[in-house]
Nanobody, 121 residues
Framework: IQLAESGGGVVQAGASLRLTCAVS????????IGWFRQVPGKARDFVAA????????YYTDAVKGRFTISKDNAKSTVYLQMDKLKPEDTALYFC???????????????WGQGTQVTVSS
């Protein structure tokens, strides 16, 4: 299983970005694809996830109403649309795959390399 993120950048507060996670090698449809973020010196935190087959997105409270996770199975891609960005959203964003519905980063076995998002005030 391989995951590759793209779409990060530097934006001002209030702007939008869309992150892309290209997914390959999934052996079955029973996987969740999640987005996490990490700032230096802190733990990698859950942001959002979606089931590869049935959808059912879920989010951490800090991004509800601002971020939207979606998928395009035909393109083997998961997106994270980030609107109304805040400086506290600045982080390295990772996508990951888990064989269960979970917000627990320890349950995610496969990770991409990350894409940096920087939001200036």
């Amino acid at each position: 299983i391989q995951l590759a993120e793209s779409g990060g950048g530097v934006v001002q507060a209030g702007a939008s970005l869309r992150l892309t996670c290209a997914v390959s090698g999934l052996p079955a449809d029973n996987f969740d694809i999640g987005w996490f973020r990490q700032v230096p010196g802190k733990a990698r935190d859950f942001v959002a996830a979606i089931h590869w087959s049935v959808g059912n997105p879920y989010y951490t409270d800090a991004v509800k109403g601002r971020f939207t996770i979606s998928k395009d199975n035909a393109k083997s891609t998961v997106y994270l649309q980030m609107d109304k960005l805040k400086p506290e959203d600045t982080a390295l964003y990772f996508c990951a795959a888990a064989q269960m519905v979970t917000m627990n980063r320890a349950e995610y076995d496969y990770w991409g390399q990350g894409t940096q998002v920087t939001v200036s005030s």
